[in-house]
């Protein structure tokens, strides 16, 4: 994503700086295993000044995993919803839900 982001952004302005996937404490988010992981990283995307070109350069390059431009990645295409680990569950209760 460095190489994507420094298209478009001068390494001298502050505002790369200002980027969610640029903060240290969020990265982990955009490639967890956890939807709910992904969701939040989802929702850092939301106010990000490179959203489409970022989600645009991720299709471009098959990103094969992650949260690109406010979108799910898997296989190099966008999907809506990550499914969490694991098998479903058998049960009727949770389809009724």
Do not use: Y
């Not at 640029?22 to 939807?35: C, G, K, Q, W, Y």
């Not at 690109?68 to 009724?96: H, L």
């Amino acid at each position: 994503m460095t190489s994507l982001l420094t298209t478009f952004l001068n390494p001298a302005d502050a505002s790369a700086t200002m980027l969610p996937c640029h903060d240290t404490d969020a990265a982990d988010l955009f490639f967890s295993e956890r939807p709910a992981d992904l969701e939040q990283a989802k929702t850092l995307c939301a106010a990000c000044p490179l959203i489409d070109e970022c989600r645009q350069g991720a299709l471009d390059r098959r990103e094969p995993w992650g949260v690109w431009g406010g979108a799910i990645f898997d296989a190099g295409r966008i999907i809506a919803v990550k499914r969490g680990r694991g098998r479903p569950r058998k049960n009727r209760d949770q389809d009724a839900a």
